[in-house]
């Protein structure tokens, strides 16, 4: 199952995005799925996941309150819900999948797919 990252793109600091995960060659209730994010320069980040029953987690405080994660299997489609966005959240956003029962911890994830740029400017 190959996973890629869509959505992406320019908004304004105070603005919103919705970034979408869709699968191709597989069905995404099958894994549980990560969001990861990685600005210039800096290392791979770990936003959030979403468990196969529909449990979510979002990773540090900074995007507590703004991010949201959620998942439609009817459409084959995990999603990622940025609210409040800043200037600081600019980066290319990859989602992954895992099996893993500590799937949320980010070390959980491999089998990443293409990621998506988001630029905020402020």
């Known amino acids: 199952v190959q996973l890629q990252a869509s959505g992406g793109g320019l908004a304004q600091a105070g603005e919103s995005l919705r970034l979408s995960c869709g699968a191709a060659?597989?069905?995404?209730?099958?894994?549980?799925v990560g969001w990861f994010r990685q600005a210039p320069g800096k290392e791979r980040e770990f936003v959030g996941a979403?468990?196969?029953?529909?449990?979510?987690?979002i990773s540090s405080d900074s995007m507590k309150g703004r991010f949201t994660i959620s998942r439609s299997n009817a459409k084959n489609t995990v999603y990622l819900q940025m609210n409040s966005l800043k200037p600081e959240d600019t980066a290319v956003y990859y989602c992954a999948r895992t099996v893993r029962t500590d799937w949320d911890r980010g070390m959980a994830y491999e089998h990443w797919g293409q990621g998506t740029q988001v630029t905020v400017s402020s």
């Open positions: 979403v468990s196969r029953s529909g449990v979510s987690t």
């Open positions: 060659g597989g069905a995404v209730s099958n894994y549980h």
